[in-house]
């Protein structure tokens, strides 16, 4: 099982940015799919993007535009660029292997907070 640790996260003003990462364990090129949750408290937990060995990305309608999901596969590393933060952005954000199934491994999460 592969250890994900997030870093990161913080407390930010409204438009600003923060770059988030997530350092895998393992190979995430032999994992392949990698994604970015988020869950704010009381609410459901929000896939926010995902991201595929060959760089094909898929986000979330809300923040599209905005948040922009990379890897490195030499650094087993996964980061979430987030600009034009918004107060509703504020979650606890998770890094997860093969996100939308059941196989997917997770992170402890990192805080973002979004101050107006």
């Known amino acids: 099982q592969v250890q994900l640790v997030e870093s990161g996260g913080g407390l930010v003003q409204a438009g600003g940015s923060l770059r988030l990462s997530c350092a895998v364990s393992?190979?995430?090129?032999?994992?392949?799919?990698m994604g970015w949750y988020r869950q704010a408290p009381g609410e459901q937990r929000e896939l926010v993007a995902t991201?595929?060995?060959?760089?094909?990305?898929n986000y979330a309608d809300s923040v599209k535009g905005r948040f922009t999901i990379s890897r490195d596969n030499a650094k087993n590393t996964v980061y979430l660029q987030m600009n034009n933060l918004k107060p509703e952005d504020t979650s606890v954000y998770y890094c997860a292997t093969r996100p939308g199934t059941p196989f997917g491994s997770w992170g402890q999460g990192t805080q973002v907070t979004v101050s107006s």
């Open positions: 991201i595929v060995n060959d760089g094909s990305t």
């Open positions: 393992g190979s995430i090129f032999a994992i392949n799919a």
